[in-house]
């Protein structure tokens, strides 16, 4: 990445304001701060049934500072692309539509419009914050939820891995797609600033970890850590993938010989949805990890 | 055609202040302004007094206790509230 954000380049001001519904410690709430800091005003949110639809507030009080279009589940993309399409017809330019979704809503029920919307490369900014499950209506298993995770639907933990959407948008060839975490705030900034300012029209998505205290389980003081031991770990590998190759970010960069990983112990392990989990699962979802690199690897420094 | 809007308000879900079982206490001295506790606090009630040190509104802070671990200085301490106070 040519140019990483510092803190100061971050705006003082809010344009999420506080006292929203969120719970102590979400990470979806900071990252969305964080967003629209970059983003800035002239921005619409496109935003489905979600926490973050909860978060933005009823009736008669928001505590979003820019306008919010609250669209049925599976229509994120859709919706989005309609709104590109009414601005461009006002001719209106500058204003960015910003679709900001879950992992549910994303990886499942909204897919297909989102595939619709990279095949017809709509000029948005796609962001799916992925806190693995469907939260907002009580910890469901989503097709982002990762193997062996405990959910309300999947009590002795799911027996599917994690659906890797980045990779799906990846093969629809956009512009611009990209991996982030929450716990790293100015990686993410960094690569929003990169996606809004590319001159080339078109979608840009960002998948974004989204550690989840009351769904993952984990004391809210921990989101940061949580989220760090994700990357440090190399259970989510912060990338970018543009010009037809892939980019590793951040603390990735550091991470490609397994010596310099954490053992994935230290990430499950502070987690109440991974502890049920024994040394031979440990073992096993450690090898995932491994493979999940050495197959990464092969993929860095190609450029098609 | 009249239309519904919802304004952007501080406190859309109230006071969350209240939420609080832990109250962040930040000690100035030892605050080196680094401003990591501002840009990791998910509620945005850590905000910049004059002179650069940032400064914690009460109303709304949830007491996550976030700012607390990321403080590289250990500047800020959580405090558990006294059984039946209302920590405001
Ligand atoms: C068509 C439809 N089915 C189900 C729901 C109920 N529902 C609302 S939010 C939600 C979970 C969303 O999960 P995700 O997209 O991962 O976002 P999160 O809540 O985790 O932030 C569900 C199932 C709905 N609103 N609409
Ligand atoms: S359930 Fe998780 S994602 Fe939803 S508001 Fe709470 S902490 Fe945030
Ligand atoms: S994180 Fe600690 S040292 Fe840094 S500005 Fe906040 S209180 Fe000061
Ligand atoms: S305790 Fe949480 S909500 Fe309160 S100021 Fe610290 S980070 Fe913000
Ligand atoms: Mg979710």
């Known amino acids: 990445m040519s140019s990483v954000l510092t803190i100061k380049d971050l705006t003082e001001e809010e344009f999420t304001l506080p006292g929203n519904a969120a719970c102590p410690g979400c990470a979806a709430a900071l990252s969305l701060r964080i967003a629209l800091k970059v983003l800035g005003p002239k921005t619409i949110m496109i935003v489905p049934a979600s926490c973050i639809s909860v978060i933005q507030g009823y009736y008669p009080k928001t505590p979003c500072r820019v306008p919010v279009l609250n669209v049925a589940f599976a229509s994120t993309a859709a919706a989005g692309s309609g709104a590109v399409a009414a601005l461009e017809l006002k001719g209106k330019s500058g204003v960015k539509v910003l679709c900001w979704a879950g992992d549910g809503g994303t990886a499942d029920i909204g897919l297909q419009a989102l595939s619709g919307a990279a095949e017809r490369n709509e000029n948005m900014i796609y962001v799916c914050y992925d806190n693995e499950a469907y939260m907002n209506t009580g910890t469901q298993r989503s097709g982002a939820t990762p193997r062996a995770a405990f959910t309300t639907t999947t009590v002795t933990g799911k027996l599917e891995r994690k659906k890797s959407v980045p990779e799906i948008m990846i093969a629809h060839r956009i512009p611009y797609v990209a991996t982030a975490c929450a716990a790293f705030p100015l990686d993410f900034a960094s690569k929003l600033k990169r996606a809004e300012s590319m001159p080339v029209r078109g979608l840009k998505y960002i998948h974004l970890l989204s550690p989840c205290p009351p769904g993952w389980r984990f004391p809210a003081e921990k989101t940061v850590e949580v989220g760090k031991l994700a990357v440090m770990t190399g259970m989510w590998i912060l990338y970018e993938w543009y010009d037809g190759g892939y980019n590793l970010t951040g603390p990735s960069k550091a991470l490609l010989e397994k010596s310099r990983r954490r053992p994935l112990k230290d990430y499950l392990s502070i987690q109440g949805r991974f502890g049920h989990l024994k040394e031979e699962d440990l073992e096993s979802l450690q090898r995932d990890v491994d493979e999940h690199w050495e197959e990464f690897s092969k993929k860095l420094g190609i450029r098609a | ?88």
């Open chain 2, 1 to 88: 055609m009249k239309s519904i809007l919802s304004k952007p308000s501080e406190g859309a879900s109230g006071l969350t202040g209240m939420w609080r079982i832990k109250r962040p206490i930040m000690d100035t001295d030892k605050c080196n302004m680094c401003m990591l506790c501002w840009l990791y606090c998910p509620e945005g009630t850590i905000t910049k007094r004059a002179g650069g040190k940032p400064r914690i509104v009460y109303e709304y802070c949830k007491g996550c206790g976030i700012c607390a671990e990321v403080c590289p200085s250990k500047a800020i301490i959580m405090l558990r509230r006294e059984k039946g106070a209302v920590d405001r």
